[in-house]
């Protein structure tokens, strides 16, 4: 039985009152709550608490909380013992800021303080995958790995990734899972290097800052913007950078999350990188948390598109306890991937 979008958001105002309620021992009805994208906010006494269904919801959070002026509290649910740990994750990102950030477990119809998740040991791909990391170096594609996936991205958008199997691996083409599925049952007697060739002829085309509009020109616009800088790193005060997996996993590659890159500055210190284009207000959050995963004593850069650097961006980024340096690229910053 499917919930209609309405109903779902009166269901999560109604859940969102009742627990602050029941939290501070007040009257429910003495409580103004409103829906918002994904959650509900309540406004209480001295604080403003929202119920988020998602990791991704502390940036619209933070960002409510500095237009009400209130101190922020984040209520989350973890549903079941194999789920992400929601409101964990939540805590090891509220630590990053300063304004003393509360996060709590929902429980029922109680609330737990949420103890901040600890960072996991980076998944690694299996011997067979590695192996074939020859064959998308020698296409050409650039080499990627997150989260123990393997793929091969062209200016940033994936178009094959090395799969396991019963026997051991083979590498799939194609934008997605859904294009890899299809180009399997077509051309699945095409040799790997054919297939591979294809595909990025095909990309290539259109992929580019002179090509006319097409849906993989808009795709993974983030992972565009890393492969520029991972080509001109200096760019961003950095002498080297490489793509490194975001916090946490893409399901799908027309998922928006910041694009990370990790390397070295020019003063010899370690950098991480955060790239996003459009108006993203998870960026700093996730931004911040990549730095916790990959080098907390790093220096966090958020690269975004001239157009794309909203003011919310810059506070965010300067409330965290180790700020963030904004830097811009002109709006044709594409161009610099063309060639």
Do not use: N, Y
Not at 155 to 179: K, N, S
């Amino acid at each position: 039985m499917t919930i209609d979008a309405d109903r779902r958001a009166r269901l999560r105002v109604v859940k969102a009152r009742t627990l602050v309620a029941e939290h501070l021992a007040v009257d429910a009805s003495t409580l103004e709550a409103a829906p918002i994208v994904d959650g509900a906010a309540v406004r209480g006494p001295d604080r403003l608490w929202v119920l988020v269904d998602h990791v991704v919801g502390l940036g619209a959070a933070l960002a409510l909380a500095e237009r009400e002026s209130m101190p922020l509290a984040v209520m989350a649910d973890r549903a079941g013992s194999d789920a992400l740990d929601v409101p964990g994750v939540l805590a090891r990102r509220a630590a990053q800021f300063t304004g003393g950030i509360e996060v709590w477990q929902v429980e029922e119809r109680t609330l737990a303080p949420a103890i901040p998740a600890p960072v996991t040991e980076r998944a690694m791909p299996s011997a067979a995958a590695l192996e074939l990391l020859g064959v998308l170096e020698e296409a050409g594609v650039d080499v990627t790995i997150e989260h123990g996936a393997v793929r091969g991205e062209l200016r940033g958008l994936e178009i094959a990734r090395i799969v396991d199997t019963d026997d051991g691996a083979r590498i799939e083409v194609g934008v997605g899972r859904h294009d890899r599925e299809a180009f399997t049952m077509v051309h699945g007697d095409l040799p790997t290097g054919d297939a591979l060739r294809s595909v990025i002829a095909s990309v290539d085309a259109v992929r580019r800052a002179e090509a006319e509009a097409h849906p993989l020109r808009r795709l993974a616009p983030e992972g565009w913007l890393r492969s520029m800088l991972v080509d001109e790193p200096g760019l961003v005060g950095a002498v080297t950078l490489v793509p490194t997996e975001p916090p946490m996993p893409r399901d799908s590659v027309k998922d928006t999350a910041a694009a990370i890159a990790l390397g070295s500055g020019s003063d010899g210190g370690a950098v991480v990188v955060a790239c996003s284009v459009g108006i993203d207000l998870d960026l700093v959050p996730t931004a911040a948390d990549a730095r916790a995963v990959h080098d907390p004593e790093a220096r966090l850069v958020l690269v975004l598109p001239e157009r794309d650097a909203h003011p919310m961006t810059q506070r965010l980024a300067a409330q965290l306890r180790d700020p963030a340096e904004v830097v811009t690229v002109g709006d044709d910053w594409r161009r610099g991937v063309s060639s």
